[in-house]
């Protein structure tokens, strides 16, 4: 089974507290070492998760950052990020992990639904509110994330009113699920294995949104 291992944050931390292009050339050796055990693990994560769904790409983020428009000028992000993505369009969702030392994280689900999907999934909690609340409360859910995340809007979002009994639901334009872990999990040789049941655990979640985002509101098929 794939590892993180102690080596890896290490240099993640050695990183962030030396984020220069001058250091970083210094250390490509450890940051190679780095990368091939990140690929390893992705790709074993992917093989795991093939085995109870359908994984349609995969992807290792670079470490360097994209500075053009950002304030933040370091060159390189102090963590590992990497993300899988479900066999569209029936099957929606994705799966995402971040690992930085301190401050991993899980997260799972929709980061960003476009235009025509928000507004599926809105006017579904519109027309059965009760359904959606149960998607998100599934006890495999509770277990293993709690509440609901993302980002909302202020107010209520066009074509509702702000007295409208789901509109806790309605103002979401994101739909996460999400956890942290210690270094001291990450670095555990079960680590896979646990991602792999965190990310099954949101499976009710994921299973309602396939069925709504595959039929229109007057359950005809999309697809």
Known sequence: MSTISKSSLLFLKDLAANNNRPWFAEQKDRYEE?????????????????????????????????????????????????????????????????????????????WNPNSSDLKLIRGNIDLDPQSFREA??????????????????????????????????????QFLFSKEYSDAAVTQNNFLPKVVADYQAVRPFFDYMSDILSHNLNGEPLY
């Open 136 to 173: 998100i409360s599934a006890p495999s859910i509770l277990e293993h994330y709690g509440h609901m995340q993302g980002d909302t809007v202020k107010s209520a979002p066009k074509g509702y009113s702000k007295e409208h009994p789901a509109i806790d639901l309605l103002r979401h334009k």
């Open 34 to 110: 780095v990368k091939k055990e990140s690929k390893a693990f992705l790709s074993e994560l992917e093989a795991e998760m093939s085995k109870v769904d359908k994984i349609e790409k995969t992807k290792l983020f670079r470490i360097y950052r994209d500075v053009r428009f950002s304030k933040d000028k370091t060159p390189y992000n102090a963590h590992i990020s990497m993300s899988m993505s479900r066999e569209k369009p029936y099957l929606r969702g994705g799966y995402y992990l971040r690992i930085k030392p301190g401050e991993t994280i899980l997260a799972v689900g929709f």
